[in-house]
């Protein structure tokens, strides 16, 4: 694996924090506005921001050859069915649970990139990580790790939240395999693309737009600005740079800042279930990854 530079490690500090504080904000939000105009909502506010940028720009998407199936499929697996999946799941289950769930990204691209990418290729170290990660999500899922009534909504709850990871992951691998591209257009396109497939959606699924209150429109207009438009912007940066795998190393801090700011601001109960997942996971993690953090330690 070629050297890492080190603004790719600031970048994957500051997108871990990010994202692990974003299922908390979609709860706020959607105490105030429907599922999926509230993805339609950070969607669109993030595409017109980003591109204004890329307008100012002038423009400017592939360098040489063009690819635009696998941009209009990332398009939609980046932004539309995850932002869809997460904000309907976090009605029915915890942001910490949303949170965990992340966790899985770097498990579920290790094996996408053992059969799509050149040098990515599972050895048993890979294998043994990913094996214990995905009992993390057995536990995860049998031990009921956060409380509630265990109905049929809470567990599809839980299951959207868990293809939202899958949506990531697999949107990670595409990105990686585009061609030569401007990453302000490429962050811009996944939106633009985003947003002409949410908004129709909201509107067949949950009729006409809401009008939100004072409230639920900072949070969208939060949501907009940082996990959605500059987050997806470094998103793309990190892994056209150096690679999806590396990318996936956020998932150590996506759990753990989902669980606590959980914890701290909405009051939500971290069972011993909860924790014994979470280290299944992040131990899978870190045993995958081995190359990846010792020269994060320097070791």
């Not at 105009?37 to 017109?48: E, H, S, V």
């Not at 990515?120 to 990580?129: A, D, V």
């Not at 009534?149 to 939240?161: H, I, K, R, V, Y």
């Not at 909860?274 to 070791?299: C, E, H, P, R, T």
């Amino acid at each position: 694996m070629p050297e890492i530079a080190p603004r790719y490690w600031i970048m994957i500090i500051v997108l871990g924090f990010v994202w692990g504080g974003t299922f908390m904000l979609v709860e706020l939000a959607l105490r105030g506005i429907t599922p999926f105009w509230l993805a339609a909502g950070r969607i669109g506010f993030a595409a017109l921001l980003l591109g204004s940028v890329w307008g100012l720009r002038g423009f400017q998407l592939f360098k040489q050859n063009t690819s635009w199936p696998p941009l209009l499929v990332i398009g939609v697996f980046s932004t539309t069915v995850p932002f869809m999946l997460l904000s309907w799941g976090l009605q029915h289950t915890t942001s910490s649970f949303a949170g965990i769930s992340m966790g899985t990204v770097p498990l579920i691209i290790v094996v996408l990139a053992h059969f799509l990418l050149p040098g990515e290729k599972m050895g048993p170290r890979r294998i043994i990580g990913t094996a214990l990660g995905f009992v993390g999500i057995v536990v995860l899922f049998g031990g009921k790790a956060l409380s509630g009534s265990g109905s049929q909504l809470e567990w599809l709850g839980q299951l959207a939240c868990i293809s939202t990871a899958l949506c990531y992951a697999t949107s990670s691998i595409l990105t990686r395999r585009l061609p030569a591209i401007d990453p302000v257009g490429l962050a811009a396109m996944q939106l633009i693309i985003g947003a002409c497939v949410i908004v129709p959606a909201a509107w067949t699924v949950e009729g006409p737009p809401p009008l939100p209150d004072a409230t639920t429109g900072i949070w969208l207009a939060v949501l907009g600005l940082g996990p959605t438009a500059a987050a997806n912007f470094l998103r793309v940066l990190v892994v056209r740079g150096a690679g999806p795998v590396f990318m996936s190393l956020t998932s150590y801090q996506i759990p753990v800042w989902s669980v606590l700011l959980g914890a701290v601001f909405l009051k939500e109960a971290i069972s011993y279930t909860l924790i014994v997942a979470l280290g299944f996971i992040l131990s899978g993690i870190a045993i995958s990854q081995f190359k990846n953090l010792k020269k994060m330690f320097g070791l």
